[in-house]
């Protein structure tokens, strides 16, 4: 099984500033097959990111994608108040052929 | 607009089975898988399986392979999840999710979720 840790648990900042999240993979996946999403509270996950870099629509180019191997990063450029929020990374490969990382929680300093 | 829209929230014993549908609308559903997704209080989310929406095919996770079913009707475009022998550590908030079926896997919408809970 790929396993898929993601730093930092929390990260504390403010509207405006930059975020860099990170997710780990247990071993090597192809950068086709990963994927991010946000959850806020109370609602279904949203995908944000497939293939490492490519934006869902409806989705701001605040938010940008990139790695490959083992690891991957997700950043948003400027804060807005909607983005606090639980960020997961999402792979497709081995058996079980679909794992997520335990999330990252974006919170307001 | 695409929507997946899930049936209402569920209470079972121990031992009991739980059916949760998954009606779609908006696009062709036979085009796309349906995934499901599970959340137990605190907990990352957990694949539990798919079935593509055109041919039927399912795949489960090993975790849930003896105990999950899911099937589709395409005359109503929905999908359904029934997990048996449930027990407390299956209380979670169940989701489907779309499957674009572009040669990778991720889901690009969601259904609003299916609190499960399992108790005595």
């Known amino acids: 099984e790929i396993v898929l840790t993601q730093s930092p648990g929390t990260l504390s900042l403010s509207p405006g500033e930059r975020a860099t999240l990170s997710c780990r993979a247990s071993?090597?996946?192809?950068?086709?097959?990963l994927a991010w999403y946000r959850q806020k509270p109370g609602q279904a996950p949203r995908l944000l990111i497939y293939?490492?870099?490519g934006r869902a629509t409806g989705i701001p180019d605040r938010f940008s994608g990139i790695g490959s191997g083992t690891d991957f990063t997700l950043t948003i450029s400027r804060l807005e108040p909607e983005d606090f929020a639980v960020y997961y990374c999402?792979?497709?490969?081995?058996?079980?052929?679909?794992?997520f990382g335990q999330g990252t929680r974006l919170e307001i300093k | 607009q695409v929507q997946l829209v899930q049936s209402g929230a569920e209470v079972k014993k121990p031992g009991a089975s739980v059916k949760v549908s998954c009606k779609t609308s908006?696009?062709?559903?036979?085009?796309?898988?349906v995934h499901w997704v599970r959340q137990a209080p605190g907990q990352r989310l957990e694949w539990m399986g798919w079935?593509?929406?055109?041919?039927?095919?399912?795949k489960y996770s090993q975790r849930f392979q003896d105990r999950v079913t899911i099937t589709r009707d395409t005359s109503a475009s929905t999908a359904y999840m029934e997990m048996s022998s449930l027990r407390s550590e299956d209380t979670a908030v169940y989701y489907c999710?779309?499957?674009?079926?572009?040669?990778?896997?991720?889901?690009?919408?969601w259904g609003q979720g299916t609190l499960v809970t399992v108790s005595s």
């Open positions: 999710a779309r499957d674009p079926l572009g040669g990778s896997v991720y889901f690009d919408s």
């Open positions: 908006g696009y062709t559903f036979s085009n796309f898988a």
């Open positions: 079935i593509n929406a055109g041919n039927g095919i399912t």
């Open positions: 071993q090597s996946i192809s950068s086709s097959d």
């Open positions: 293939g490492t870099s």
């Open positions: 999402q792979q497709y490969g081995s058996s079980p052929p679909i794992t």
